[in-house]
């Protein structure tokens, strides 16, 4: 039995807290059948002695990737000797000895020899266990974006793709993912990587806020006891998730929805938590995004925060005009600004029926105007702008 099992049941309102965890991988993954079966059909080949396909994964922050991915190398790991699954999260590792080192690990067991080892014996042992079990290598390079950025991504996958030359083993398939839409994986391959990586493209659209609603009700099932979280306060979450398009955000609230109830003593989460918790929970993405615009782009999104706390109009020409009086800029730079605010994710720009597009606040207008306070306060005093 668990330490929490000494406790009495009444003194957590967590079931399993683990639930929570950002490295929690969950034993159902909604909503990812056409992915989970893409992949499934890339890795079947190599389960019948050939290799196993490649695939480009791409999809926005949150959409399920890395838990896709892992949940199939679990399977894989536990049914079959004869396709190896090894991920590597490029953010940690992005130099070719640190994700050979990494794949290393994964293939034998254990961490390889730590002290004067030249790549080529990593690669060698690597190879020698797989001939020995006959077995397909699959290499997932999650937020491969990361080897872009470093300039290894080229030489990765070109030794990874091409072990089978030099070492006599079944070639191996190669999962690249990514977050950055932007970014094009294999475009980003030179001629000789072509050659041999073929990936199928597999899109993770972001969640609709009702299978938001289904992922978080099967985690509060999985984590907290029956009837803490009442139902209207779990739509609301997940509503305030797919405003933010991630449901890490989500998980997060509940979780922190949670803590506040049961630090309380309460039995049932209330919606002053949830309130609570989303202020907490947004606060630090919206101060980061906020600390990289520019002080003429701090300016208008705190001028903006201001408008919509009064209620006024939102229509991006209302808001040009009488922001003349305190914000001198001409119609082209206010422009360049909220397109930055946009891409920011500070705002949404929503096309309106009238003139210009609609301005909406992501985030609560007085958190913003408060992770924007500019250093020298246009029109209103300093007080004035702080009353709740
Ligand atoms: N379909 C799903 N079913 C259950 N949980 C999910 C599902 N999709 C995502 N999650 C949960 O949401 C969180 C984010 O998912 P994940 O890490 O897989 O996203 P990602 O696409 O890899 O994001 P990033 O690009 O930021 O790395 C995780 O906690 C994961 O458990
Ligand atoms: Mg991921």
């Known amino acids: 039995m668990t330490h929490s099992s000494l406790l009495r049941s009444d003194e957590t309102l967590f079931r399993d807290p683990e639930v929570f965890e950002f490295t929690y991988l969950p034993g159902e993954i909604h909503h990812r059948d056409a992915q989970v079966r893409e992949l499934a059909f890339l890795l079947r080949p190599a389960l019948r002695g050939g290799s196993a396909g490649s695939a480009v994964l791409r999809g926005p922050p949150g959409t399920g990737k890395t838990t896709t991915v892992r949940r199939i190398f679990r399977e894989v790991a536990e049914t079959t000797r004869r396709v190896v699954p090894a991920y590597v999260n490029c953010l940690h590792d992005r130099t070719p000895s640190a994700v050979y080192r990494c794949i290393f690990e994964q293939v034998l067991g254990h961490a390889p020899p730590t002290t004067g080892r030249h790549l080529d014996e990593i690669k060698r042992g690597v190879a020698a266990r797989l001939r020995e079990h006959d077995a397909a290598l699959v290499v997932c390079l999650d937020d491969a974006n990361y080897l872009t950025a470093a300039g290894t991504f080229n030489t990765l996958l070109y030794q990874i793709l091409r072990l089978y030359e030099k070492w006599d083993v079944r070639k191996a398939g190669v999962f690249a993912v990514t977050s950055d839409l932007a970014l094009n994986l294999y475009a980003e391959a030179d001629a000789s990587v072509r050659s041999v990586f073929h990936p199928t493209e597999i899109n993770f659209p972001p969640y609709t806020r009702t299978e938001i609603r289904e992922i978080l009700a099967d985690r509060v099932r999985q984590g907290l006891y029956p009837r803490v979280l009442p139902k209207p306060l779990l739509d609301r979450i997940a509503a305030i998730a797919a405003g933010e398009q991630d449901v890490r955000v989500g998980i997060d609230l509940v979780r922190a929805a949670c803590l506040r109830a049961e630090k309380d003593g309460r039995r049932r989460v209330s919606p002053g938590d949830v309130t609570a918790a989303t202020r907490a929970v947004t606060a630090p993405a919206l101060r980061n995004r906020a600390a990289g615009l520019s002080t003429g782009e701090r300016a ?84 004035d702008h702080e009353l709740p």
């Open 300 to 383: 208008l999104l705190w001028w903006i925060a201001e408008r919509s706390r009064d209620g006024a109009d939102m229509a991006s020409g209302a808001i040009f005009e009488a922001a003349q009086e305190y914000l001198p800029v001409g119609k082209t730079t206010y422009h360049e600004h909220l397109n930055a605010l946009a891409n920011a994710g500070i705002v949404d720009l929503v096309p309106g029926t009238g003139r210009g597009r609609e301005v909406r606040l992501r985030y609560d207008a007085g958190d913003v105007a408060t992770a924007c306070k500019p250093r020298t306060q246009p029109a209103k005093s300093r007080t």
